[in-house]
């Protein structure tokens, strides 16, 4: 089975601060996956990733930023964490396009 | 882009009875369409999936049925148990480029025993 790591199960930080979230797969897969999920609007797509060093914005990418080093690695970056980033942010992986991505379980972020 | 409509937002059935959820779709070009089961605490968990050139798919005592037609498609669930209970998002993803996937806002499911 694929196996997604997420760094952090809950994490509290400031506004203002630089937050980083980790997320790492052991499957080789090509693809990685930054989601936010908040109720009632289901699963967002923030950034993915198709290959080391290269990254796309997805639906809602303003004030995050990313980075994949590794290939197995994928990090998602709050430049200035604001209060409206508070939510729960979901790390997913999948071999290639149009194929079942395999989440982690989350990180939920407060921003106090 | 891509977008997608679920419902209900919740549902209550006993157990035993079947659930039924419902999605639809606005891209026609659309080709996947996975089903994820979210319990409390953990990550979305595939359960089942379908591609544009199949109309249905059973796996035990779940199916998913698709109509290309009116760009909707359900999640049905017999014989449901309280394990059943959970959140359940549908998804779908465009044929053009690199294949995003694009979720309904969810059902929370209740299997009262």
């Known amino acids: 089975d694929v196996k997604v790591t997420q760094s952090s199960r809950y994490l509290v930080k400031r506004t203002g601060e630089k937050v980083f979230l980790e997320c790492v797969q052991d499957?080789?897969?090509?693809?990685m996956f930054w989601y936010r999920q908040d109720p009632g609007l289901g699963l967002r797509l923030i950034y993915f990733?198709?290959?080391?060093?290269?990254?796309e914005k997805g639906d809602i990418p303003e004030g995050y930023s990313v980075s994949r080093e590794k290939k197995e690695r994928f990090s998602l970056i709050l430049e200035s964490a604001s209060t409206n980033q508070t939510s729960m942010y979901l790390c997913?992986?999948?071999?290639?396009?149009?194929?079942?991505?395999?989440f982690g379980d989350g990180t939920r972020l407060s921003i106090l | 882009g891509e977008n997608v409509e679920q419902h209900p937002s919740t549902l209550s059935v006993q157990e035993g009875d079947s659930a039924v959820i419902k999605c639809t779709y606005s891209?026609?070009?659309?080709?996947?369409f996975p089903w994820y089961k979210q319990e409390l605490g953990k990550g979305p968990q595939l359960i089942i999936d379908?591609?544009?050139?199949?109309g249905e798919k059973k796996d035990q005592r779940i199916a998913v049925t698709l109509n290309k037609t009116a760009k909707h498609f359900s999640l049905h669930i017999t014989e449901t148990q309280p394990e059943d209970s959970a959140v359940y998002f549908c998804?779908?993803?465009?044929?053009?480029?690199?294949?995003?996937?694009?979720f309904g806002t969810g059902t929370r499911l209740l299997v009262s025993p």
């Open positions: 499957m080789d897969h090509e693809n």
């Open positions: 990733s198709y290959d080391v060093k290269m990254k």
């Open positions: 998804a779908a993803s465009g044929a053009v480029g690199f294949q995003k996937l694009v």
């Open positions: 997913a992986c999948n071999r290639e396009s149009n194929q079942p991505q395999h």
């Open positions: 891209d026609s070009a659309s080709n996947y």
């Open positions: 379908i591609r544009s050139n199949v």
